[in-house]
């Protein structure tokens, strides 16, 4: 079993930036790959960004790239969203997941967090 925890969600004008953290317990973290999905009112869940075992490869959609960074430390048992220039169609609620690949398929990962809100004002 692995709990995730989301935070570092919040308001923010457009254009601003707010950075995501993840926290991982239970087994050990490095084992899995770990991806950003966000779902907004009326929409579905949709993938925002991943990141292998190691850290080494990434994946974004198109809606966020050359915008949103991901990263891990493994030490820390921590993966982050970093989240610049944003918009207010990138509000949603943001929930960090592990599975044991990368994919942009919710079915691919096996744990979730219970998410954080980010509001992102005109």
């Known amino acids: 079993q692995v709990q995730l925890v989301e935070s570092g969600g919040g308001l923010v004008q457009a254009g601003g930036s707010l950075r995501l953290s993840c926290a991982a317990s239970?087994?050990?973290?490095?084992?899995?790959?770990v991806g950003w999905f966000r779902q907004a009112p009326e929409n579905e869940r949709e993938f925002v960004a991943a990141?292998?075992?190691?850290?080494?490869?990434?994946s974004y959609a198109d809606s966020v790239k050359c915008r949103f960074t991901i990263s891990r430390d493994n030490v820390k048992n921590t993966v982050y969203l970093q989240m610049n220039n944003l918009k207010p169609e990138d509000t949603a609620v943001y929930f960090c997941?592990?599975?044991?690949?990368?994919?942009?398929?919710?079915?691919?990962?096996?744990?979730w967090g219970q998410g954080t809100q980010v509001t992102v004002s005109p």
């Open positions: 997941s592990a599975g044991q690949v990368v994919a942009g398929i919710q079915d691919r990962y096996d744990y």
């Open positions: 239970g087994r050990t973290f490095s084992d899995y790959a």
């Open positions: 990141i292998t075992k190691s850290g080494i490869a990434t």
